[in-house]
């Protein structure tokens, strides 16, 4: 069964072929035009200053050979620029993007139009501008992204509502409502419809009329209204019959039937295919009555009338072939969808066939479907195999864009997941720091309260002391109540410092370099790792050494960060250590060991002045005798979500996140020295 | 009465010094410190039986105050000497831990010093 929005989209792009056949007699696209520009420009029988509109009609009537279509817009574009004509410089653009829609190049397109429309903006042309748009969304619509085209719909509108261009704004809403029936939003395509309709009322366009009452009537079709459904596409057959256009009419027969199908009643919906047969093969419509036959042959079974049901699926299977041909028109039809008609050369047709006489018109009108027709039969004959391979070329072509569009998709998720994981992985070592920072402020408060509430006994003994007057007492007395207050006031900084630097490892960003102690800094690291992983697992248990070189001084550095690097340092070196440790107890089976005979976890830290001209900078070494790191694993350390950790355990972003701190964040290095069974080394260089 | 307070914190000594002057002025407590589990244990082997009493931290660098705790309680000939556990951490993983290795008591800080007065003295 075919689904009515299917019908409407093909309704939506004869609407525009046939908006163009309309108005040939002034200067729409015709090949003709073209055939005969070419040979004006092959011969270079021009003026220069004619060159520019020249380029621009043969590009924009050259609708046989793309390819070339596409070199005409290229050398508008050049020509434009070299003699800064903007206007023709925006119109070369657009002409690029409707070309390259119609060889099946849709990225390259989307940005022709994007250019058009920057060029439409500088020069204030709001139809230009919305056009551009509108053929953005005809783009995304036909590739089935109804969420982007009816972003770029609604831009288009927008846009085209500000201009004084009613045509375009008309053609805009009809196709933003087509693309809206596909999705369903069926109250939105009815506004859209009414306005489209409204405007060709006002233009007295009566093709326009009649597809806008066709569509709207598809709509309440779709919401079960089948009065006015019938009402609507009623009125829009006769107009449509008027001006000899029956493919739509066609169309809008089977839709009903559709409908009629779907609400069970079989008998009419036999009788509106019927209908759309007979028109079809009265104006030789293959692929109408194609559609027609299939759809009454499965009408038939459904009422179990076999005998007719095989009939009209002979008569479709008949059609089928001439169908295919069809379709690959179609299928360039479908690309062809937009604009093509500038807005000027519209309303020149407007003004123009309102000046002709009904007889001429449709004189008119026949003559050129008639032609239209021959080209389309000609091309057919001689471009078969062509199109054919055109098909399943266009066929890939969007099958790649689609998997393109997808590995994209999924590279920003990622992307977007490797930006959360490295922030979860600064939390997750806050965690593992916040255990140590608990102990690290209990043991300043301790003393903080214990020698305050000290000081407050002493006082009170002081002034005991001064009543009686024994002035050595008071002095011993004052002595100890200044030593407690700087013990308070030492304590107190210390906490300060612990939460400072809890606030500081918790921000996402580097924060500014600044001249810091980092002796003091990893030895401030150095007890929050120690204290937290003691606070996770108290079985753990490792001798620090530090053995801190006094001149370095002051490095200009990320504290932050650079105690991050220390600390994911530190914590895999205590984890090493206390791996090796548990796995020598198992062994061993012995209980505490004070003697030190046995393995003892040891995990060092050294810091190095490097001399310099520029005033030096450090080299700090962290050792663990753990059992060093395998070779074949010693070069994807440094790899982001590489873990040797059991699951959950580790991040396995530690190291990068750290080398990627000291070579990018301070310009140093991080390297790496490692020996099976007696340990690692990790040599962080910073320059001064 | 000696006790021995094992602590990495240099400045307990000053505070268990001046939170305990009138006991110490009187005689009634002597102190003695230590800044690890190793030191403590090497002072206990020097002067055994000598500190009947120990204030012990959990969290220390290098020997850990339970792993201490631990080797009072098993190496040393009877009477062990009465251990107090102080830490920052007053969850009850340490204190189960605490009380399964033979702690006399438990406390968290930052210290109550008057509570702690009463407590040595029932202890003692």
């Known amino acids: 069964m075919r689904s009515i929005p299917m019908v409407n989209k093909l309704i939506s792009i004869f609407f525009i072929c046939f908006f163009l056949i309309y108005t040939h007699q002034v200067c729409a696209q015709d090949q003709n035009i073209a055939d005969s520009l070419s040979k004006i420009y092959e011969t270079k029988n021009y003026k220069d200053s004619t060159i520019l509109p020249l380029l ?37 653009y657009f002409l690029k993007g409707t070309k390259l829609r119609m060889l099946g190049q849709l990225d390259p397109a989307l940005a022709s139009f994007i250019t058009s429309i920057e060029l439409a903006k500088q020069q204030k042309n709001l139809r230009a501008e919305g056009d551009g748009y509108s053929s953005i969304a005809d783009i995304y619509s ?140 009265q104006y030789n419509l293959n692929e109408q009555v194609a559609n027609a036959s299939k759809k009454l042959s499965s009408l038939y079974e459904k009422n179990n009338n076999l005998k007719e049901s095989l009939h009209f699926y002979k008569m479709y299977v008949q059609y089928r072939d001439s169908l295919n041909n069809l379709e690959t028109v179609q ?71 689609i998997e393109k569009t997808k590995a994209e998709t999924a590279l920003s998720e990622l992307t977007k997941t490797q930006k959360q994981l490295v922030q979860s992985a600064k939390l997750a070592s806050l965690g593992e720091l916040t255990a140590g920072i608990a102990h690290e402020i209990q043991n300043p408060l301790n003393f903080i309260n214990n020698f305050s509430e000290l000081n407050t006994e002493l006082i009170n003994e002081a002034t005991q002391e001064i009543e009686n007057g024994n002035v050595d007492a008071l002095k011993l007395l004052l002595a100890d109540i200044t030593d407690n207050e700087q013990k308070i006031n030492q304590h107190g900084k210390r906490a300060d410092a612990i939460v400072k630097g809890m606030l500081q490892h918790s921000r996402s960003s580097g924060g500014v370099k600044e001249p810091t102690d980092i002796n003091a800094l990893f030895d401030e690291y150095l007890r929050l790792s120690y204290h937290g992983l003691r606070a996770r697992d108290k079985s753990f248990n490792a001798t620090i050494k530090t053995d801190f070189d006094a ?37 061993t089976k012995e209980g505490i060991n004070i ?69 990018k964040g301070h310009g140093g290095e991080l390297k790496v020295e490692t020996e099976i069974g007696k340990g690692t080394k990790f040599i962080i260089t910073l320059p001064g | 009465m000696k006790i021995l307070v094992v602590d990495d914190e240099v400045d307990v000594k000053d505070l268990f010094l001046q939170r305990f002057r009138k006991e110490i002025k009187n005689e009634e407590m002597q102190f003695v410190f230590a800044y690890s589990g190793e030191e403590a ?84």
């Open chain 1, 142 to 281: 036909v590739a089935n992204n109804h969420s982007t085209a009816g972003f770029y719909y609604r831009q288009a509108i927008q846009t085209l509502r500000k201009s004084n261009d009613s045509l375009s704004l008309a053609a805009a809403l009809s196709n933003a409502g087509d693309d809206l029936l596909k999705v369903r939003i069926f109250d939105t395509a009815m506004q859209y419809f009414s306005e489209a309709k409204a405007i060709y009322e006002a233009r007295d366009y009566g093709s326009g009329i009649g597809y806008s009452l066709g569509n709207i009537g598809v709509v309440y079709a779709n919401t079960g209204n089948l009065y006015e459904a019938e009402k609507n596409i009623g009125q829009a057959i006769s107009i449509l019959e008027e001006n000899h256009d029956y493919y739509p009419i066609c169309d809008y027969l089977i839709s009903f039937s559709d409908v009629y199908e779907e609400k069970g009643r079989i008998q009419d919906a036999i009788q509106y295919a019927a209908r759309s047969l007979s028109l079809a093969q």
């Open chain 1, 56 to 92: 621009k009609d043969l590009c924009y009537n050259e609708v046989r050979d793309n390819k070339k279509a596409l070199q005409y817009a290229n050398e508008l574009i050049t020509l434009s620029r070299q003699t800064n004509s903007l206007k023709y410089l925006r119109a070369g």
């Open chain 1, 595 to 663: 003697s030190g005979e046995k393995y003892e976890p040891t995990v060092t830290i050294a810091t190095h002045k490097i001399p310099s001209a520029d005033g030096g900078g450090a080299e700090i070494i962290i050792t663990d005798n753990g059992n060093g790191i395998p070779e074949q694993i010693l070069d994807k350390i440094f790899q982001p979500f590489f873990t040797t950790k059991p699951t959950g355990q580790g991040t396995g972003l530690g190291l990068s996140m750290s080398y990627d701190i000291i070579t």
């Open chain 2, 41 to 124: 244990l090497t002072y206990m082997h020097e002067h055994e039986h000598e500190a009947v009493l120990i204030l012990s931290d959990i969290n220390m660098p290098g020997m850990s105050g339970l792993e201490l705790l631990k080797h009072i309680k098993t190496k040393y000939e009877k009477p062990p000497p009465v251990v107090m556990m102080i830490t920052a951490y007053g969850d009850d993983e340490n204190y189960n831990e605490a009380m399964k290795l033979g702690a006399d008591d438990f406390l968290t800080k930052p210290v109550d010093f008057n509570n702690l007065k009463e407590k040595l003295k029932t202890k003692l």
């Open chain 1, 331 to 401: 299928k360039m039809a479908d690309l062809r969808t937009g604009f093509e008609v500038s807005q000027k050369q519209g309303e020149v047709n407007i003004l123009t066939s309102q000046k002709l006489t009904q007889r001429n018109l449709l004189i008119a009108s026949v003559l050129i479907a008639a032609l239209a027709l021959g080209i389309i039969v000609v091309l057919i004959k001689s471009n078969r195999h062509k199109k054919q391979s055109f098909i399943v070329l266009t066929a890939q072509k969007k099958q790649t864009e």
């Open chain 1, 551 to 587: 001149s370095i001084g002051k490095l200009t550095v990320l504290p932050q960060e650079l105690g991050r690097v220390i600390l994911n340092l530190l914590t895999n070196a205590f984890y090493v250590v206390d791996e090796k440790n548990k796995e020598k107890s198992k062994h």
